[in-house]
């Protein structure tokens, strides 16, 4: 028998992939040729239902490759699909945690059974790098597996607390609040809707589950998996569909809770929205960043430059973990510049079910305008060190394709440094005092992730005490603000990055989903 392939978990960068690009050269075409293009339905109550506007989505590697038809749900089907959800509560909630992390576990081991077939669906719908693609799903499976662990090594969330007098017992108990809506984004569609998804369900909530209208199709992949895993029906529903359909989501009046991943500006109207009631319901939201990483004098410029291309130009640089800033040391400014540079322009940018291709399409039109209006700004007040460009011909012309981009010489109080581009677009200041640096680092309404290169305690200390950020990173190769892994890097997001103050990824996660019950006994 063959020995097994690596695992692919973003971090891993220096192994032998050779056996895996192999079997991907098979995997590729036959998922294609077999996945894409079909009528991907919802499913409410355990049925596949098609009551919507029906759309077709298109591959942004290159627009002709149909990925599947989908159905933006009618009023009617989200009415149906929380009610699905409401009824199917009682008794998935009342089942003992061990069956309910039971029949997770089976849903991780056929994500990783069908781990390849998923991985290249996630590289067709969202123009993923084979590597990229191939990691999401891993960690998917890791996750998973995860959040079970955490309810059992928590006993399921029940403890019995201390006693006032002999004959009087309390148990503190964390118990479900119902039914929660989860939003996911395109980004990473399969990781980060089953993390949501497996947040509520093995807390006994059950979930009316709205992927991105640019990632339906893997979507319907995960729910196949947790359905044919054994959850009941009602207790997962799909639906698919654009903002119109997750605004009537979150307008349901028979919400419990919702879980979002994606925009500040979205996360925050659903906060407000579910605050306005006559109580405020739980809303578990992650909501992007504007990554800073600093590179110090001290610092090894090598390490540095391979981290940070890994981290602004991984997945087109449309992560919320994505660095998009740069704070570079003067002394140290113009050779890092050049490595940068260097390393850059190595990278290969193209159809992403080429081995040797780092980097894929961005997402759709609306990402290529973004790009080109930043691009503009970059000509008005700075100056590009790299990139700067639309590429064209070829495959080019076939999807949206961009530069990865780097650039100079803007003011230094310019928008591009505060804003999230989710580009591949790197903007860079240089700094001669790292506190200053830092304080301008997080002088902006985000706090996800943040990465140093440096050789010296003092200034590895001063980043630790104040960088303003979830996730810190220091002197990784592998990347400098990207790349948490479950059970390892805990990803909470700071001020408008996230709303709970604790993060997916660890062990606070599971209990976001749960509310608290004493229950005193007299015995
Ligand atoms: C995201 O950045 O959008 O840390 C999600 C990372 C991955 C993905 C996080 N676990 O880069």
Redesign the pocket.
């Known amino acids: 028998m063959a020995p097994p392939l690596p695992r692919v978990t973003?971090s891993n960068i220096g192994e032998d992939f050779s056996g895996l690009h192999a079997h991907l050269d098979e995997v590729l075409p036959a998922v294609r040729a077999t996945i894409l293009g079909q009528a991907r339905l919802n499913l409410i109550d355990g049925g596949n239902d098609d009551d919507g506007v029906r759309y077709t989505a298109f591959s942004p590697i290159d627009r002709d490759w149909t990925l599947g038809t989908f159905f933006a749900a009618s009023t009617g089907a989200v009415d149906r699909a929380v009610a699905a959800a409401r009824s199917a509560f009682a008794s998935w909630s009342r089942r003992p945690w061990q069956e309910r992390i039971a029949t997770l576990r089976r849903a991780a081991e056929l994500v990783e059974e069908r781990k390849y077939e998923l991985s290249a669906a996630c590289l067709f719908e969202v123009g993923k790098s084979r590597l990229e693609a191939v990691g999401e799903v891993e960690?998917t499976v890791d996750l998973i597996r995860y959040y079970c662990d955490q309810m059992e090594e928590n006993g399921g969330y029940e403890r019995p607390m201390r006693r006032a007098f002999p004959q009087e017992a309390t148990r503190c108990v964390l118990k479900p609040y119902g039914v929660f809506a989860v939003i996911a984004p395109f980004?990473?569609p399969v990781a980060?809707s089953a993390a949501m998804i497996t947040g509520a369900l093995v807390g006994g909530n059950t979930v009316v589950y709205k992927p991105s209208p640019m990632a339906g199709l893997t979507g319907r992949l995960l729910v196949d998996c947790l359905i044919e895993a054994g959850l009941p029906a009602g207790v997962l529903n799909l639906i698919c569909g654009g903002g119109e359909v997750g605004e009537k989501l979150v307008d349901h009046p028979g919400l419990d809770g919702v879980a979002f991943t994606g925009s500040h500006a979205v996360g925050m109207e659903i906060f407000r929205k579910m605050a306005a009631g006559s109580y405020a319901r739980p809303v578990v939201a992650e909501m992007g960043g504007k990554n800073p990483t600093y590179v110090t004098a001290s610092a090894d410029l090598e390490t540095a430059a391979a981290g940070m291309v890994r981290s602004a130009f991984g997945l087109s640089g449309q992560?919320?973990?994505a660095g998009s800033t740069l704070f570079v040391h003067e002394r140290v400014a113009r050779d890092f510049l050049e490595a940068l540079a260097a390393r850059t322009a190595a990278l290969q940018v193209g159809d992403p079910q080429r081995a040797d291709v780092f980097m894929g399409p961005v997402i759709n039109r609306a990402a290529a305008e973004r790009f080109e209006r930043a691009a503009d700004s970059v000509r008005q007040q700075g100056h590009f060190l790299t990139g700067g460009e639309m590429l064209s011909g070829g495959v080019f012309d076939k999807g949206y394709y961009v530069a990865p981009t780097i650039a100079v010489d803007l003011p230094r109080d310019h928008d591009l440094h505060k804003t999230e581009l989710f580009l591949p677009f790197l903007t860079v200041r240089m700094f001669t005092d790292l506190g200053q640096a830092i304080r301008e680092g997080n002088d902006v309404p985000y706090g996800l992730t943040a990465g140093i290169y440096t050789r010296d305690e003092a200034e590895l200390q001063l980043f630790l005490d104040t960088a303003e950020a979830g996730v810190l990173y220091a002197n990784r190769a592998s990347g400098a603000t990207?790349?948490?892994?479950p059970g390892i890097q805990t990803?909470c997001g700071w001020k408008g990055s996230g709303v709970t103050g604790k993060g997916g990824l660890g062990p606070w996660y599971v209990p976001q989903f749960m509310r608290e019950q004493s229950q005193t006994v007299m015995t």
Do not use: Q
């Not at 990207?482 to 892994?485: D, F, P, Q």
């Open positions: 973003y960690e980004n990473f980060l992560k919320c973990s990207t790349g948490a892994w990803f």
